[in-house]
């Protein structure tokens, strides 16, 4: 299984991205994805997760209403549309896949895939 996580970039603060990642070698079928940030020196924390059980996405309570995670089956690929970005969302964004659903998507510990991240930077 793969993960190729694409899309980031520069941009101002209050604008808006979008990023995907494409997941090669499974479909969706008992695969959950998320999607966790990092800054430099600091834990990789959770964004957002789509799981295999339920329609309905899980989010970063401080990220609830800008950011909106989506699933695309037939392209195998999962998006995170972050609006009204603020320079402290400038992170490394990673995707992940996991077997697993409910709660537990928020820990790093329940997923096993990995993608190799993007880049994302606000200005002020």
């Known amino acids: 299984v793969q993960l190729q996580a694409s899309g980031g970039g520069l941009v101002q603060a209050g604008t808006s991205l979008r990023l995907s990642c494409a997941v090669s070698?499974?479909?969706?079928?008992?695969?959950?994805v998320g999607w966790f940030r990092q800054i430099p020196g600091k834990e990789r924390e959770f964004v957002a997760a789509?799981?295999?059980?339920?329609?309905?996405?899980s989010y970063a309570d401080s990220l609830r209403g800008r950011f909106t995670i989506s699933r695309d089956s037939a392209k195998n690929t999962v998006y995170l549309q972050m609006n009204s970005l603020k320079p402290e969302d400038t992170a490394v964004y990673y995707c992940?896949?996991?077997?697993?659903?409910?709660?537990?998507?928020?820990?790093?510990?329940?997923?096993?895939?990995w993608g190799q991240g993007t880049q994302v930077t606000v200005s002020s």
């Open positions: 992940a896949g996991s077997p697993s659903s409910g709660t537990t998507l928020y820990y790093r510990r329940a997923y096993n895939d």
């Open positions: 070698g499974r479909t969706f079928t008992r695969y959950s």
């Open positions: 789509t799981s295999w059980r339920t329609s309905t996405p």
